[in-house]
């Protein structure tokens, strides 16, 4: 192995990962082309675009709509880097059988190359998702990611996507997928709840081999001009604003689970450098989804190039910087006294005698 390779190469369980980026889901991996894009960027997992074997969420891809906004949340066009994604997304269309299909020939592919393409199934009924983690596993996926927490679960078509947020029914659910397959399944997670740690034990105690998080939260824009919501609806909403929430739950759940438990970054990550910050936070591996929506393919090579520069920087491989913040996060009473600190940080007016 070179000394490049040993600097990138992460664990995430069992699985030896040749760099910690990874495509994340996205309508980006939604056809063969784009899962091999993502493979030729460089990324060491590609994540395809999840099904499930509902109607109603096939039928929610003829309803979906994006927008990216600026610092002032004024409109950008849609290709460009930077900005927030707002947005409400669907499902694969295409028939399951020949989407597993499909995918698993991919993951074949990407195999000669060191890397996975993972299948992806999105609760809705818990016997299917079972039906369809074996049929990914009969065709010869070698990974599997388990998504129990769109954001669109309150507001899409009812029964077509869960945004669970209850840890007992996530336990119920991985434990039937998990314990139905012999493959890895890594378990993806809503951010929209007040203790994403609980959820991530609840799924490793169900069999999860790595829980992903943090799912997007939802958001309402309103439109000045017309005075109705940005699309008209309530929106699935990320950004690199969500980085730190990211990084606060992947802290979080390494101090409760312990480093050795996988957890894997989504949400907020839009760079090489964001990709450290999430391994520093405990990751060890970031997915990245609406910076190669907007910016194209090649964010992932450039993430991986960044990311080996500031390695080098640091004299650092990416598995050792796991968890490195993480485990330096000090608790409020533990720090020394900063007496009148605060004055520094107001207007000049507030201290006036
Ligand atoms: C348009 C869009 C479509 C998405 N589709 C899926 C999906 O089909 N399955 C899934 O698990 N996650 C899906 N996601 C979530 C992303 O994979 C990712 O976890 C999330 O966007 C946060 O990461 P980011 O900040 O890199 O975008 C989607 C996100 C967006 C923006």
Not at 154 to 169: C, F, I, P
Not at 262 to 281: F, H
């Amino acid at each position: 192995m070179n000394a490049r390779a040993a600097r990138l190469g992460v664990r995430v369980g069992a699985l030896a990962l040749k760099n910690p980026v990874i495509c994340g889901s996205g309508e980006h991996v939604m056809t063969e082309a784009g899962i091999r894009a993502a493979l030729r960027a460089g990324a060491a997992v590609v994540v395809a675009k999840s099904i499930n074997e509902s109607q109603a969420a096939r039928e929610q891809l003829g309803q979906t709509d994006y927008l990216r906004t600026g610092p002032d949340w004024e409109p950008l066009p849609w290709h460009g880097e930077g900005g927030s994604v707002l947005c409400r997304s669907g499902l694969q269309p295409r028939d399951c059988a020949e989407w597993i299909a499909a995918v698993a020939d991919l993951d074949r592919e990407a195999a000669g190359d060191g890397a996975y393409v993972a299948g992806s199934i999105i609760l809705a009924g818990l016997d299917a998702a079972v039906a369809l983690a074996r049929a990914y596993e009969a065709a010869g996926i070698r990974l599997l990611e388990f998504n129990v927490g769109t954001p669109y679960g309150d507001e899409a078509k009812h029964g077509g996507v869960a945004t669970e947020r209850a840890a007992a029914s996530i336990r119920e659910q991985v434990a039937a997928v998990a314990g139905a397959v012999r493959i890895p399944v890594w378990v993806k997670l809503t951010g929209q709840s007040e203790n994403v740690t609980a959820l991530a034990e609840a799924a490793r105690s169900g069999g999860a081999a790595a829980v992903t998080m943090i799912g997007r939260m939802l958001g309402m824009l309103p439109d000045l001009d017309s005075m109705a919501p940005a699309l008209d609806t309530n929106l699935g909403y990320g950004g690199p604003w969500a980085l730190p929430l990211t990084c606060y739950w992947l802290a979080r759940s390494r101090r409760a689970m312990g480093p050795d438990y996988p957890l894997v970054g989504t949400n907020g990550a839009r760079s090489g450098q964001d990709v450290a910050r999430m391994l520093l936070a405990g990751a060890s591996a970031v997915e990245m989804c609406s910076a190669v929506m907007t910016g194209g393919f090649g964010v992932l090579g450039a993430a991986v190039e960044e990311l080996a520069t500031y390695l080098d920087a640091h004299d650092a491989a990416a598995q050792t910087i796991v968890g490195r913040a993480a485990d330096r996060v000090k608790g409020f009473a533990d720090l020394p006294a900063r007496r009148d600190a605060w004055r520094d940080f107001v207007p000049a007016e507030t201290l006036q005698a």
